[in-house]
């Protein structure tokens, strides 16, 4: 069992790739070995894979990054399932979890959507719903709000105080971008996310 990703830059013509490909580079390459776990195609396009569990947290993960450079922010359909036949490179696999990705991330092109899951099993509706809700405000980072939610996702264990060190900025105006992004809310759907998916059967 694994999960999928398949996402697109939107408004990458309206910003030079230099910007964004290096560091999106960068987190790929923390979440596992190019070609095989990870690829970029087709100038804007991607494509990885990694743990259900991991799925969500990467996802926004990805999204916090991109929305760090003005104008910029990315379209992702997750997918839950099998692999059935595992080529030289991802975009070279199949199996259920990779149509699944495939097929929500043209869903959601469709719908004007910016994140969606394909699970197979009942939760589906319920996550896409919840994915929605939140992306009412996920979709509306502003860069400093997309720096700390990375920040916050990237070091789980950090306190406000190193927080401070890093940006070089007050606690006050940590806690307040905190709360700006919606910080905790995100936190409270990765709990969400990831309790169902370890008691599902997907």
Known sequence: MLAVLTGDIVNSE???TEKWMPLLKDYLRKVGESSRNWEIYRGDEFQLSTS???ALETA????ALIKTIPYLD???????GEEEYQGAGITDSNGSAYRRSG???SRLKEEGVNLGISTGNAHEKTLNLLFKLALDFMDSW????AEIILISLQNP???QREIVEKLKIKQSAVSQRQKRARLNLVQELLEYYKETVNKSDF
């Open 74 to 80: 990315v379209r992702i359909g997750i997918g839950l």
């Open 103 to 105: 097929r929500t991330l």
């Open 157 to 159: 264990n950090w306190k």
């Open 14 to 16: 309206k910003t030079g």
């Open 142 to 145: 502003s860069v400093v709000s």
């Open 60 to 63: 926004i993960g990805i999204k």
């Open 52 to 54: 259900p569990e991991l």
